[in-house]
């Protein structure tokens, strides 16, 4: 292999490129409803969804538990909701790491103004 300046920048184009696939892959570069369909899905299980009463569709809430609970209230209407628009799941900034269901809820809901 020749140190030919064409060498040089060639071989720097490429370290770019394989620098910004890895930046990419990692999510950085990817439109918001391809960072959610990444996301593992939170789940009912999880011990901070628990302790936030998280449920999967917001009609399954338990009233007596969380009596100012309304059924017009859900994560696609939820301030910490970061999905696109219609989109069925989307990532959350209160549980961050996992993609929560647009119509999901729990007790961290805040009506998005
Ligand atoms: S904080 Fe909002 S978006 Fe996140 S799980 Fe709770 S209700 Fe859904």
Not at 64 to 71: I, Q
Request: with cysteine; hydrophobic share 40%.
């Amino acid at each position: 292999m020749s140190n030919e300046p064409g060498d040089l920048s060639r071989r720097r184009f490429l370290e770019l490129t394989a620098a910004t696939a890895a930046v990419a892959a990692a999510g950085g570069l990817l439109p918001r409803s391809a960072r959610a369909a990444a996301l593992p899905h939170l789940t009912p299980a999880n011990p901070q969804a628990k302790a936030l009463g998280f449920v999967e569709n917001t009609a399954q809430v338990d009233q007596a538990k969380y009596p100012s609970h309304k059924t017009s209230q859900d994560c696609s209407n939820c301030t910490f909701f970061q999905g696109a628009a219609g989109a069925p799941w989307g990532p959350c900034a209160i549980f961050r790491g996992f993609a929560v269901p647009a119509k999901g809820w729990c007790s961290a809901h805040a009506t998005r103004k």
